[in-house]
């Protein structure tokens, strides 16, 4: 995975042999599991590494910024095929983490990932975000919370902001247009209780586009009605002045 190596390299993230492995394994499961199931529109060996495995790994640009990830909790939200929260547990064993998908055909795959790699501490969960976040068992209990292409800003922050505990961040991933989603945004992010910390510049080697990592802090708890039930936070985006 020459590709992948390099641009992690550029990041100044370093792979050793033993994540290299689990990679080609995590790429050789998915391409098999995809003929049968629709887990992802990127099969082809370059595209994996660059657009599932080294756009994972970039997240640690923002969740390492003061010290390495040890014993923290992280939660994937609508993690699909397992990105990005799988790839930063290859990397960082000593996370626990909660992989979140509404597909029970790609939550079989994450059980089956998990079990093929040898994965300990990660928890697969078969549900919606507006759901969790109003049970007590997750609401407002992890130290990051993070997603993917899931959604705009305004209605990410509405699934992600809930699950976070007070003092703990939320994490998105963006593309080029992050800055606006995140301005138009901002009034609903304050009213459930986060605050704009800073949105990281990602450049990666093979891609183009420049990406960003939506940094928000979990200042205050989320009032007691939000998320709202599933399918309202799309539906109708809550809109705060």
Not at 15 to 20: F, V
Not at 71 to 100: E, N
Not at 155 to 163: G, S
Not at 198 to 219: A, C, F, N
Request: charged share 25%; aromatic share 6%.
């Amino acid at each position: 995975m020459d590709l992948l190596t390099a641009g992690a390299r550029d990041l100044q993230i370093a792979l050793e042999p033993a994540h290299l492995a689990a990679f080609r394994i995590y790429y050789e499961e998915l391409v098999s599991w995809n003929e049968k199931f629709n887990l992802t529109a990127i099969t082809d060996y370059k595209g994996a590494q660059v657009r599932h495995f080294l756009d994972s790994v970039t997240c640690l640009l923002a969740l390492e910024t003061q010290r390495r990830l040890t014993s923290q909790s992280l939660i994937d939200v609508g993690t699909g095929a397992g990105f990005p929260g799988i790839p930063l547990k290859v990397l960082r064993p000593g996370i626990k983490l909660t992989l979140v998908e509404a597909t029970r055909k790609k939550t079989h795959f994450l059980e089956h990932l998990v079990q093929r790699l040898g994965l300990s501490n990660v928890t697969v969960l078969h549900a919606r975000a507006e759901t969790l976040g109003q049970d007590p068992a997750h609401r407002e209990r992890y130290d990051w919370v993070m997603a993917r292409a899931v959604a705009e800003m305004t209605i990410l922050a509405e699934y992600l902001l809930p699950l976070a505990r007070i003092g703990g961040r939320v994490l998105a991933q963006k593309g080029e247009d992050a800055a606006a989603e995140v301005q138009l945004a901002e009034a609903a992010i304050v009213y459930l209780g986060g605050r704009v910390q800073q949105l990281v510049p990602v450049e990666m080697r093979g891609l183009v586009e420049r990406r960003y990592l939506v940094v928000l802090d979990k200042k205050a708890a989320t009032p007691e009605k939000y998320p709202r039930r599933p399918g309202m936070p799309s539906k109708r985006p809550l809109e705060k002045s």
